[in-house]
Structure formats: C-alpha cells, structure tokens
C-alpha cells in the first residue's frame, strides 16, 4: 500500500479528501480475478465431491447422453435423415428438454408434450382451415385474434395451482405448437402431412428418452419421496433423543463433535423440506406401478405426514432454543424429572422409529399403537410428576442448597418446565404423525405385520402388490 | 340400493359372498363423470378468482400474448418470412420460452439462452472443422464422442447448486444447440450462416420479450421480494399480538371470527415462505436497476431476514400448540404477569413493525434500537417477574383459592412459565431479525432517517440510489 500514489482534493475551505481508487481499477480487476481463479479451482473438486456422495447424478448424466447419442444416430443413419431443419430436430429436441432426473418427471413431460402438440396442432390447423375459407382479408386477423385468445388463456391457465402441478409444461407446448402451426402458412393438407410427422417424430424421441429413464438404473420420485420421508423420520428420533439426552446427561455433551452436532441438528433438514417434498409428489403420481408401489399409491398422504414431521421439528427448533443444552447445573428438580424425561424422549424417539420401519417396509406395525400408548402413559406421569414433586422441592431445598445461588435454581426450573411442557407437546405431535401414518398404511394396503413374517418364513417378500 | 341385483357366490362350505360391482363398472364411470363435471364447473370460478384477487396474473397473460403476436406479424409480414422450417420459428419458440412472469426470470432466460446458443454453436462448429478435416471414417466418431461428453458433462452441471440456480436453462440449451448443429451434416460456411442468422433470430425474440416484459406493468422480482418479505413481517407481528393478546384478554376469544382467526395463524405463510423466497432472489439478481433498488442490492441478504423470521415463525407455532390458548381460568397468577406479557408480545410485536417499516421505506431507524432496548427490558422484567413471585404465591394460594383445583392451577402454571420462556426465546430470535434487517441497511445504503425528513420537506423521495 505504501508506494501506491494519493490522490487528494483541495476543497476551497481547506479541507482535502482523498480520491479512493475508481470502482473498476486495476486493484479491483486483479482482485475479480483472482476470486474467479479460485472459485474455479475450487468447482471442478466440488462436483466430483458432489458425484461421489450420489452417484446416480452421474448415472443420470450418462443416460441423457446415450439417449442423445441414440436418438442423434438414429437419425444419422437412417435414409430419413433431411438436415437440421427436418424432423430429426425434433426429435433431439425432445430428447434434451424432456429426459428428467425421475422417471416420473420424464413421464410428465412426455404425456404433456405429446397431448399439448397434438392438440394445438388439430386446432391450429382447424382454425387455419376456417381462415382460409374466410378470405384473404379475414384470414391474418382470424389468426392473430386466435392466438391472441388462446395464447392468454394457456398462459393464464398456468397460475391455476392443479394445472401449474400438473401441466405447466404442457401449457407452453400448446402455445409453442398453436403459434408455429398459425404462422406456417401452408396449405392444410401440407400441414397435415407435416403433423403427423412432427407428432411421429416426437413418439420417437419420447421413447427413447422413456426407455432409457427407465430401463437403466431408473430413480423413480416415488421411491425417492417414500426414501426421503423415512429417512426424515429417523433423523427426527435421533434430534430428539440426542437433544434431551444432552440436556440431562453431562457425558454426551463432552464428547460432542462434528458428526453428532450433524445428528442433533438432523430435525433441520426436517424443517427445510416442503418444496422438495412437493415436487416429488407431484413426479410420482405419473409413474406406473414399481417396486413395492402400486400405480395410485397414495403419494399425497406422503406430504400429510411430511408436515406433520415439520410441525414436530419446528417444536424441537424452539427446544433448542429456549433450553440451554449445554448447561451443567444440577438442581434436584433436574436430577428428579430426568428420569421421566429421558424416558418421554427416548419413547416419542421409539414411536417415530418404529413408524420409519413400518413406512419403510410397508407393513402394518402392531407395536405402534403399544408404543404410542407407553408414550401417552409417560406422558401422563411426567405431568403428575411435575404436578406433585418439582416446584414444592425446589422452594424447600433453595435455601439449603450452597452450591448454586436460589436465582440460577429458579431459572433451571423454568428451564425444565419449558422443556417438559415442549416435551409433551412434542409427544402430541408424535401422535399426530403416527395418526398420518396409520391412515398411509390404510389408503396404501400395508400387510399386517403377521402375514408377513408368515411370508417370510416361506418365501421371500415379494410387497403388497402382489396380493392385491 | 334396494331394485339393484346382487350377484352372490356360493362356496362349497355354504357361506356366501358377495360380488361387488367390478372396479370401472358403470356406478363408477358414472361416479367419475359427475366428479368431473362438477370440477369443469367450479373451475372457470376459480380461476376467475385467482386472477381477480392479483389482477397482475390477467396482465402478465396479455402480456405473453401481445409479444407472441407481435413477433408473429413481424415474421409474417416481413420479406425475411420463410416459413416455419425457417427463422421465424427460432424467434417465436424464443418468447414462448423465455417469457417469464417475473422481468428478473425473464433476463435470465434471455441470456442464458443467446451465450448457451453463441458458445454451444462456435464450439460445435470448431469441432465439426476439425472432425471434417479428420476423413469420412473419423467423421461420426469425433461428433458421436464429442457429444456424448458434453452432454453428460452439461446434464451433471445442473445438479451442482450454483449452476442449479443460475445457469439451468443455460446447460439445456446448450445440450439442445450442440447436438442440433453437430447432427445437422452441413458444412462449415453453411452452419456459420446458420449460426449468425439463428442468433439474429433468437435476439430479435428476445427483444420482444424483455421490452414487453420491462415497459407493460413489470413485475420486477426484487420488487415482489422485498414486498414479501415486509408483508410476511406485518403478518408475524400481528400473529404474535394477537395469539397471546386471545390467551391473557378473554374479550378477544369471544369475538373470535373467520377474519382474526386468519390473523393469528398469519404465522404459517412465514414458516411455508422460503422457496418462494428463494426462486425470488435468484431471479432478483438479473435485474437492472428498478425503482429503489440498484443494481446489485443486496438480495441474499432478504433470504436472511426470512430465515431469521422462519425461525421466529416456528417458536410461535410451538406456543400454539403448547398454550391452550382458549383456556378462560384465572390464576392469581395468570393475572400477575398478563401485564408483562402482553407487554412482552406487544414489545416484540413493535420492534417487528417498526423493521418492517425500515425495509419498506428503506430508511435506517433511529427507534430501531430504542424499541430492541425496551423490549430486552421488558424480558428482563419478565424474568424478574418469574423469578421473585409466582410460584411462591402460587403455593400460598392454592389452598385458599375454591374456584379451581389445585392440580388446575399447577397446570396453568406449566403453561403461564412456557409461554413466559417461550416468549423470552422469541424476543431473542426478534432481535436476530432485527440483527439482520439492520445489516440489509448497512449493505442497501438505507439513508438515515433524518436526511429522509429533511428530503421530504424539501421535495419527493427519489430513493437511496440517486444519493449514490
């Protein structure tokens, strides 16, 4: 910095102020460019780590590729072959915009695009078959009112929720379609020809890109969602149960480190999970029957028992919140509900694990209902245990306490009151959970757990479809 | 039910069974039509609705229409018209795809799709020279491989989260552009001519997209962002006012109706707010300078304002559940700290609106700090409140009291401390936001609010830009 020039202005009152170098100077561009240098240094060993950790990405990148490749020589090779502006366009174009990650996603797209040009097409050329009966004055603006008209309406029709869920992209293709065919100005029976063609042409991309979604290594968005909220389920329990324990047993929090402080914070990933919640639900209603589900599983109970997961852990955020974990105090009060505390947790932990098993083997648990039982009985004794003992104790022993000042007790008995109040809370919501759970397994036919083991014992578990 | 034949099969042991109506028999296609009708019925009303409620969605349709129009009389009425192998299809595909309902959205698109296309293109025509010049046989190998990893390199860069956010249309079109020209077999000075005249085509559509979308009625994503954001902060103030307002003040509980009901569980659009949010920022920072906000204003930091308000949103929820909010018992002490409470909430609920006022005027507030002081004292009182009365009086009075039981009393005690801690915990997480609303000052160049008066006195607020 010492040998860089000053600027200064002289102002008329004496007062000088110093020129700071322009926004884009030099020093600036060399400091853009060495952020640029880094970030690209850094990006290539972020992609790979982000492979690595899920290597279906990779697999996925690899599909659209061979489909690409497939469908691009298809047309290489075959006499149809007529240059960019023919029909293998198309086709590498369906390719590219429709292959998706899921193949659920992939389905959608493709039922969208094929109805959307198929029925914009006829309309368009049905519409274009009346202008040209109109005239040649009418027909421009017998064309142009129409895809005024039914430009709006399409792309107003994609703020309505079911459509925007549903048939978002299909919504553009109809406009896409409906314009290129209106602004063709071919004659009719040309257009046919050229329909007919365009629609052949896309079943073949179409088809290539369903085949290859679903023949190689297919990730299908109803086993994702049904992975993910199983997965949410245990990362809940282990919250839960690592949260309190921290609380009440001094050893966890001294060996607390990076992998169990991701544990304990695992209720996080709970709360943040709505949208990709969501749109997995939406990808799997498209999907044919798969695995262990059936075509119309009952996806959407899925999300009923998503948000009432986030509705356990936003309580827990508050827990975390207004419990300070770390604390080391033991009053009596402590040492005497920790107990039941304990034991509330680690059962509201139980029920939600064993509704995770149940979910993730697609069986009725007979022990969930024990379960939320035993919870609902802790439940109850830690309220008759806060009823008799705590508050009377806490004011006899204060003052014979020495080790801790009567203010610091007080505040650790608000403490745990909060915390056993936000317990039973937590509790309610467990059962609010398993209450969506039970119902999933209603609306999706889970086997009774026996039938299962009897199953098991003859053959392996072939899933409920098999005996519906 | 009763003139309706019943089909029964009669097994070998004499019980019966009987034939329900087969899954798609005529009740239920009968069942379906009607599900179907009533839908087409309420539809057009519904959506009616939605565009009634935020008139701006009528507009942006229109909006869509009139450049899709527009575009199309420019093709077809100028002497450039080819038909739709041609160019002008380029240029129509162009708006129906990068119309977007946001400007933000749209400049993105925009740009994404003109450098995708322009590398895409040079890039695939170097590769088609050097594989031309390589020999017939070479040819489709060095296109086919060339392809193959671009394509997966492309689709794996999508799953990366920076390129997610701002780059995703921008790999698939130059998935779709590489693979278009590398199949199309022309030569090199052919595609050239091809390249610049589908580039000119693409920049023309896109002109029409982002002056129709920047001078008819924007909606500028920055805009809808910061509007969000300070609704969502009005709604958590009243929420939190509300809800503890209906526990301590019985009035309020029995004027209860649909509109404050809608208030108090205000709350809930802040928990479910982020992936707006999100997709908001994102398209924000494409945008040019619009009304008050520069180029570049800080739009990350509104995701962290939301953050810090969902985080406060989800201590609410957790006092929902735990307060029983509609209980009518007066303890001596419900009545002992109703007053600080209310206080409390009402303090929090202050200091939210007086944040909100700052963002929505961007403007630096000299009462920021006071109000956070006042409400950080009134915790403090709170928490001598709790500490020196309650549960003391409590003891003393419950054998005298005949109205409620003990066990009763002791219950509302549970909950007074729970709401009291819980309210405690929110005033921290207030202060978070407060945190970060003040940082979005610093980072915006928010003017202080004095030279704010002494502008409106002199003339109308122009903004903080034009102090810049």
Partial sequence: MGNEVEWRIKAGDGSSEILVPERFGIGRIRHWIVRLGLKLLIFPKKAWELGVNDPRKFIHAIKVAIALTLVS?????KPLYDGVGGN???AVMTVVVVFQYTAGDTISKTINRICATSIAGFLAIGVHWVANRAGDHVEPIIEGVSLFLLASAATFSRFIPTIKARFDYGAVIFILTYSLVSISGYRVDELWDMA???IFTIIIGTSFCIITSITVCPIWAGQELHVSITSNMDKLANSLDGLVAQYFIDQTSSV???ESDKTLLGYKCVLSSKAAEDSMANAARWEPAHGRFRFRHPWKQYLKVGASMRSCASCLDALVGCVNLESKDNSDMKEQISGVCLRMSSNCASVIREL???SQNMTKSLSVDILVG???NT?????EVLKSNPINNNNDANPTKAQSSPQLVLMETFQLLTLASLLLEIAARVEDIAKDVQQLADLAHFLPEISVKALKQEKDLEGPCSQN
Avoid at 379 to 383: I, Y
């Fill in 374 to 376: 035993k919870m609902n």
């Fill in 379 to 383: 439940a109850q004794e830690l309220q």
């Fill in 356 to 358: 995770a098993k149940m």
């Fill in 88 to 90: 293998a366009m198309w």
């Fill in 256 to 258: 607390i480190d990076h």
């Fill in 196 to 198: 007919m063609q365009r």
């Fill in 73 to 77: 020589l298809f047309y290489y090779v």
